[in-house]
Nanobody, 115 residues
Framework: QVQLAESGGDLVQPGGSLRLSCTAS????????MGWYRQAPGKQRELVAA???????VSADSVKGRFTISRDNAKNSLYLQMNSLKPEDTAVYYC?????????WGQGTQVTVSS
């Protein structure tokens, strides 16, 4: 059974930074393309960034140059470094496989960008 646990979300001022972590159990992260997704209130969940098995990354236009996805295979974990945060980045952030999810989602971690 796949279990995904996201952490690292917080309340941060515009222009600030956060690093999100995703710890997986029941799967070997290095065997999958993995992504970070987010869902803002009243909006559909969207892809933020993804990393393939060979390390190629993709990211949404809205976060290009600000967010960086990475993985630590030894820790079976996925990370999202978020810099220059904007109020529109406020959302619950989730990790999952890419482009198709595992069929279940973790609880996510709340990121709120506000002064």
């Amino acid at each position: 059974q796949v279990q995904l646990a996201e952490s690292g979300g917080d309340l941060v001022q515009p222009g600030g930074s956060l690093r999100l972590s995703c710890t997986a159990s029941g799967i070997i992260v290095s065997m999958y393309a993995m992504g970070w997704y987010r869902q803002a209130p009243g909006k559909q969940r969207e892809l933020v960034a993804a990393v393939t098995r060979i390390g190629t990354t993709v990211s949404a236009d809205s976060v290009k140059g600000r967010f960086t996805i990475s993985r630590d295979n030894a820790k079976n974990s996925l990370y999202l470094q978020m810099n220059s945060l904007k109020p529109e980045d406020t959302a619950v952030y989730y990790c999952n496989s890419y482009p198709h999810d595992f069929g279940s989602w973790g609880q996510g971690t709340q990121v709120t960008v506000s002064s």
